[in-house]
């Protein structure tokens, strides 16, 4: 599968939205107000319910019919990535939820350079390693021993999301529609046992259909699209400009104002970003030949 110019602009631009839209997930369950469980089961359920909607007829779900043993670990890695999300945010702080979550990109270059035997591009190498310098000047001081389940958490979650992205890397065929709604039956399934959903205040169900019905539908959608187009690690790198943009929307709308470090991690993380990107862009347009399975240098 060759890859244009176009291609890669296109898989930045999914990333880099999709990631925008994901940013806004901390928030929401804070203002959601109500136990992990409720928001696990409601998000799941409703992004299975809307996403679902759009595979009726079974078109969506023939690229599936062909691979259901991958079809069925990426569904389940979605599903466990949404649940331990929540858990984490709701038993840790979320400062030390995204710095964990940091770690995807690693993971996704790992089990690329393990498992699809794909090289990772020198470059996206050097991005990893200085974002991740970011990540600690954004949290120099912050993390601590309190709410270790909760890390244990967000770093299962961060290795779920390697794992997915590089799965759907080496399947770009497979529809991601389905596969979201799936994975999002999954967690509601098993949120379900410990969940009370009909005991939720009106701004409770407005917020998890919010997050249900838009936010994560079309955030993940643009994310595991994007794997099309780009390596499973430069996909998961974007995942770091969630901890920046996580951190300004509490700022914003929870007056949690960030420290100098924050901000100049932020910075750093940002530039790392736009330097990874341009590269990149300028690879393909100047006609490198960049083939699944084997990335030039």
Known sequence: MSFSFNDHGRGLLMAAAGVTVLSVDSLLVRLAATDG?????????????????????????????????????????LGVTSTLFVLAVMNTKVANVVVILSAA????????????????????WLAIALAMFGMLLVFSGSLSGDGLVGDLYALIAAAAVGGNLTLLRR??????????????????LVALPMATPLALTPQSYGVLALMGLLQ?????????????????AEVALFYLVETVLGTLWVWWWLGEQPPQATLLGGSVILLTLFINAWL??????????????????
């Open 216 to 232: 994560m539908p079309l955030a993940t959608a643009l994310i595991n699209s994007a794997t099309r187009y780009l390596p499973s």
């Open 105 to 124: 990109p690693l993971f996704a270059a790992l089990f690329t350079r393990c498992f699809l035997h794909e090289p990772v591009a020198l470059r996206t």
């Open 37 to 77: 469980w409720n928001i696990i089961f409601w998000r799941g359920g409703l992004m299975g319910l809307s996403l679902g909607l759009l595979c009726l007829g079974g078109r969506r779900l023939a690229t599936l019919r062909g691979h259901l043993g991958i079809s069925s670990v990426s569904a389940i890695l």
């Open 171 to 188: 399947h770009p065929d497979l529809d991601r529609i389905p596969l979201i709604a799936i994975g999002g039956g999954i967690s509601a």
């Open 280 to 297: 990149g862009l300028r690879q393909s347009g100047n006609g490198g030949v960049r083939q699944y399975g084997r990335y030039s240098e």
